[in-house]
T-cell receptor, first 113, second 113 residues
Framework: GNSVTQMEGPVTLSEEAFLTINCTYT??????LFWYVQYPGEGLQLLLK???ADDKGSNKGFEATYRKETTSFHLEKGSVQVSDSAVYFC????????????WGLGTSLAVNP | DAGVIQSPRHEVTEMGQEVTLRCKPI?????LFWYRQTMMRGLELLIY????????DSGMPEDRFSAKMPNASFSTLKIQPSEPRDSAVYFC???????????FGSGTRLTVV
C-alpha cells in the first residue's frame, strides 16, 4: 500500500542555516504530495503542495519538488528563522482521492538564535 | 472566515464519563475529517464525511467512539465511556476540494483521568 517515510527528528539548527527534511514515498499512480506545518499548540497548516511529477511547491521560502524517479518530496529552505520552529509533516494523497491523506510521523525543527 | 472552529479547547474528564467534541467547518467545505494525534501513534484519521455522509470510519478505534454530521455546519465526535488511553489531541479538518489541502481547527486536548 501507499506509505510515507520522513526523516526522524528532532532537527536543531542555528538561524540562517540551510534546512532539508527528507520525505520519501511509495505509491501506485500519481498522487499529490503535501507538506504541512504545526506550530506549538495549533492545528496543522498547509505549507505547500505538488500535484504531479516535477512540480515544485513553494511558500514562505520553503520549497519541495515532486521527484518521481527518486520517489521523494524533500522540504528545503535556504535560511531558517527562529519562527520556523515547528513540526513538519509530509503527506501523500491516494491517486484519485486526495481527501484521505497518508501522513508521515512528523519532524520537529528547533531553530536557535 | 473564522476557519474551522473546535470546542472545547481543553477537556479533562474522569474515566467512564461521556465526552463530546464539537466542530464547525468552514462554509462551503464539503469534506470533514476527525483526526487524533498522540506522541506514540502520530496523526490518525478516525472518520471522514463528504457532503455530511460518513464515507470511511475504518479508523474509529472501537464502538465507544461515534461521530455525526447532522448538517453542513456542525459535527460531533463522542466517546462513551471514555478511558485514559483516549487522552490525545483531537483535530477536525475540512476540505474544499481534493487538491486544495486541509484546513485544520486548533484541536481539543482531551485528558481522561
Amino acid at each position: 500500500g501507499n506509505s510515507v517515510t520522513q526523516m526522524e527528528g528532532p532537527v536543531t539548527l542555528s538561524e540562517e542555516a540551510f534546512l532539508t527534511i527528507n520525505c520519501t514515498y511509495t505509491a501506485t499512480g500519481y498522487p499529490s504530495l503535501f507538506w504541512y506545518v504545526q506550530y506549538p499548540g495549533e492545528g496543522l497548516q498547509l505549507l505547500l503542495k505538488a500535484t504531479k511529477a516535477d512540480d515544485k511547491g513553494s511558500n514562505k521560502g520553503f520549497e519541495a519538488t515532486y521527484r518521481k524517479e527518486t520517489t521523494s518530496f524533500h522540504l528545503e529552505k535556504g535560511s531558517v528563522q527562529v519562527s520556523d520552529s515547528a513540526v513538519y509533516f509530509c503527506a501523500l494523497g491516494n491517486a484519485g482521492n486526495n481527501r484521505k491523506l497518508i501522513w508521515g510521523l512528523g519532524t520537529s525543527l528547533a531553530v536557535n538564535p | 472566515d473564522a476557519g474551522v472552529i473546535q470546542s472545547p479547547r481543553h477537556e479533562v474528564t474522569e474515566m467512564g464519563q461521556e465526552v463530546t467534541l464539537r466542530c464547525k467547518p468552514i462554509s462551503g467545505h464539503n469534506s470533514l475529517f476527525w483526526y487524533r494525534q498522540t506522541m506514540m501513534r502520530g496523526l490518525e484519521l478516525l472518520i471522514y464525511f463528504n457532503n455530511n455522509v460518513p464515507i470511511d470510519d475504518s479508523g474509529m478505534p472501537e464502538d465507544r467512539f461515534s461521530a455525526k454530521m447532522p448538517n453542513a455546519s456542525f459535527s460531533t465526535l463522542k466517546i462513551q465511556p471514555s478511558e485514559p488511553r483516549d487522552s490525545a489531541v483531537y483535530f477536525c479538518a475540512t476540505l474544499e476540494g481534493q487538491n486544495y489541502g486541509y484546513t485544520f481547527g486548533s484541536g481539543t486536548r482531551l485528558t481522561v483521568v
